[in-house]
Nanobody, 118 residues
Framework: QVQLVESGGGLVQTGGSLSLSCAAS????????MGWFRQAPGQERELVAR?????????YADAVKGRFTISFLDNTKTTMYMQMSSLQPEDTAVYYC??????????WGVGTQVTVSS
């Protein structure tokens, strides 16, 4: 099992910046990739960004490319960080941390609210 604890988020005006962190604990050695998903009211949960632990490669949803940056904060690659810039009202959502094991088991954080006011 992997436990994921998110921090960050909050309320910001259009054009502002926020950051999110996710600390993983437990069977982290089996983690293959970590990522951020978001879910707006009435919408399906969608992938925002993902980072692979072995290579450090990243991938982003088209809607956030050039505005969001995902990274690891430490050499153990168990704390994931996402810097969000030029935030827009459509970025308002609950953001969830996600981790995937090599065995394809997935784990989720409880989510953190990001609200962008117009």
């Amino acid at each position: 099992q992997v436990q994921l604890v998110e921090s960050g988020g909050g309320l910001v005006q259009t054009g502002g910046s926020l950051s999110l962190s996710c600390a993983a604990s437990g069977r982290t050695f089996d983690m293959y990739t970590m990522g951020w998903f978001r879910q707006a009211p009435g919408q399906e949960r969608e992938l925002v960004a993902r980072i692979w632990r072995s290579s450090g490669a990243t991938a982003y949803a088209d809607a956030v490319k050039g505005r969001f940056t995902i990274s690891f904060l430490d050499n153990t690659k168990t704390t994931m960080y996402m810097q969000m810039s030029s935030l827009q009202p459509e970025d308002t959502a609950v953001y969830y941390c996600n981790a995937v094991h090599y065995g394809a088991n997935e784990f989720w954080g409880v989510g953190t609210q990001v609200t962008v006011s117009s």
